[in-house]
């Protein structure tokens, strides 16, 4: 029996983070976790592997088809997937070391095991046979989340496979296709579309993305078919059957009526995530969960036991590590008697695709069902100095900013490097700036950041390198009883 501050169930970003801090402010904390290595689905099986798959595609298809009209000849790239796996399997390597290091530098005691709650105050954590009860003040529960089924269909992580499998394929697919046009089914989707493969996405919806502002999401679209992408919106899996070597897919329109069969070599069923709550003993210990089976918490992520908490994919909320991780700090720095807080107001959301899709706050389709007055300002890369000469002019910056305040509500981006564009958004709105603040802040010329001051600009109608057609039209105001029609913002104007 052993006696803590703090145990912590899971050692995803929420967990090792929130350990991390705990210790930081002086508690004796343990973290259990079930896997072999620490850091969860982030680090074994999500951001980080998808995002070295991510990268090496792009040089990949760089090398293919990019370089040449710069000047740069080289013979066809020849693909060594083996070797492509080995260079993901080192990136996460090296970050989950860096995890071990991180909890044995401030003395947090990892425990490897499964763990449950006997009740308020105590866990058990079973290994191989073996069986340790750990004491403590409180609990944090930091399970994460598991891949979301798909009724009907088998995931076998051969042919059939969730995202995990999809980062470890041993061959690129002739033709895959991806169910589910969010985040996981374009960022998966473009990597094995990059090596090769014919992808098809079958989306539920009407459109891609859900949740990111619509206008974004169409124009996301438009590039991903430039790029042979295909796409099956308002449509809906209903079975995949084995046929010899090929898979035979059964697509029918979400609203019902007549479906097509569509071959496939391997399906990608990327339709979600679940909270993860498999035998912690929940319901035994007397720990809420939602219709969803979300862990219910309050603003404090308090769960309905006294002295247990959870935080990250386990509870509601965006499932992101970066969520994740700020309700760790936050838990851990009121179980200290501070007061942590999360902003879910501007939490960025990025899409590592080539261009990348980045955004934070309020989508227009958000302030317009909201009935609040508000004003667009839009930039292109096409106008922008730097985009041009690199040639890399896919893309806008789009400003969504109060009409009465003139306080930024939104910035969503199209375009290379905008996941890392957006965090000069995520600052000026966790001051609270409005669009002038940004239109008027020195940006380094040239960069593609300038695009941002510019979309600022555009707000007030004044942007410096924007042709005025465009101009005329972007700028503009909107509210309730304006929708849809463009007005002077200016008396000037
Ligand atoms: P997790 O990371 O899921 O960690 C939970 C841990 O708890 C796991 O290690 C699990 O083994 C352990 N556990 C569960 N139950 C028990 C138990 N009873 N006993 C002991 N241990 C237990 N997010 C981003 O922000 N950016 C990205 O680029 C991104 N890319 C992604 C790509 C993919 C393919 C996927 C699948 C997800 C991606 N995500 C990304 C989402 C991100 O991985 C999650 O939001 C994040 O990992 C959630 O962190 P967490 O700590 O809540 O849970
Ligand atoms: P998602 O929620 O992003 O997208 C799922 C998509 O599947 C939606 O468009 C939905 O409408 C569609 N869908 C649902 N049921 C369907 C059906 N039966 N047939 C066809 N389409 C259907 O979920 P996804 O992509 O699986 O990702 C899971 C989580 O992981 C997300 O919440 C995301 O936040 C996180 N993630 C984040 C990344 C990032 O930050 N870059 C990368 C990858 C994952």
Same mark, same amino acid.
């Given at each position: ?49 998808? *995002? ?51 909890? *044995? ?184 969960? @939602? ?14 036991? *006294? ?57 227009? @389709? ?128």
């Amino acid at each position: 029996m052993a006696n803590y501050d703090l145990v912590i169930i899971g050692a995803g970003p929420g967990g090792y983070v929130c350990a991390v801090r705990a210790a930081q402010l002086g508690m004796k904390v343990a973290i259990v976790e079930k896997n072999r290595s620490l850091g969860g689905t982030c680090l074994n099986v999500g951001c980080m592997p998808s *995002k070295a798959l991510l990268h090496a595609s792009e040089m990949f298809e760089e090398a293919g088809h990019g370089l040449g009209k710069m000047g740069i000849a080289l013979a066809p790239p020849k693909l060594e997937l083996a070797k492509m796996m080995e260079f993901k399997q080192q990136g996460i390597d090296g970050n989950v070391k860096g995890i071990d290091y991180l909890m *044995k530098k401030n003395k947090i005691d990892v425990v490897k095991g499964r763990a449950r709650i006997l009740k308020a105050g105590q866990v058990e954590v079973t290994a191989d046979g073996t069986r340790e009860l750990l004491d403590c003040r409180n609990i944090v529960l930091a399970t994460g989340s598991a891949v979301a089924p798909l009724k009907g269909i088998t995931i076998d992580e051969k042919r059939v496979v969730s995202s995990t499998g999809a980062l470890s394929l041993g061959k690129v697919p002739g033709k895959l296709v991806v169910v589910g046009a969010g985040v996981i089914g374009l960022e998966l989707g473009s990597v094995w579309r990059r090596l090769g493969a014919e992808v098809v996405v079958v989306e539920f919806l009407d459109r891609i993305l859900p949740g990111m502002d619509s206008e974004i999401a169409r124009q996301f679209q438009r590039i991903l078919e430039k790029q042979g992408m295909t796409f099956r919106l308002a449509s809906k899996v209903v079975s995949v059957e084995e046929a010899g070597a090929a898979l035979k897919v059964r697509v029918e329109p979400a609203a019902g009526g007549a479906g097509a069969v569509l071959d496939a070599d391997v399906v990608l069923v990327a339709i979600g995530r679940i909270p993860y709550t498999e035998g912690l003993g929940l319901a035994e210990a007397g720990v809420a969960i @939602d219709e969803r089976g979300r862990v219910v918490t309050d603003a404090h992520f308090a769960t309905s036991v *006294k002295g247990i908490y959870a935080i990250g994919d386990v509870v509601a909320g965006p499932m992101l590590a970066h969520k994740a991780e700020d309700e760790g700090v936050a838990v851990a720095e009121i179980l200290a008697g501070q007061a942590g807080h999360v902003n879910y107001d501007v939490i960025p959301g990025v899409v590592y695709t080539q261009p990348e899709v980045a955004c934070v706050g309020k989508s227009e @389709d958000d302030v317009k069902a909201a009935g609040i007055a508000y004003v667009v300002g839009k930039f292109p890369f096409t106008a922008n100095g730097r985009s041009k000469v690199n040639q890399t002019t896919d893309g806008l910056v789009k400003v969504v900013a109060d009409a009465a305040t003139d306080r930024v509500l939104g910035v969503h981006i199209i375009g290379r490097e905008a996941g890392e564009m957006i965090h000069e958004a995520v600052v000026l709105m966790e001051f609270g700036g409005s669009a002038e603040d940004l239109a008027r802040s020195c940006h380094a010329h040239p960069t593609r950041s300038e695009a941002i001051k510019e979309a600022a600009l555009t707000v007030a109608k004044r942007a410096i390198h924007m042709w005025h057609s465009f101009q005329l039209l972007e700028g503009r105001v909107l509210c309730p009883s304006l929708q849809g029609r463009p007005a002077a913002l200016n008396a000037d104007s």
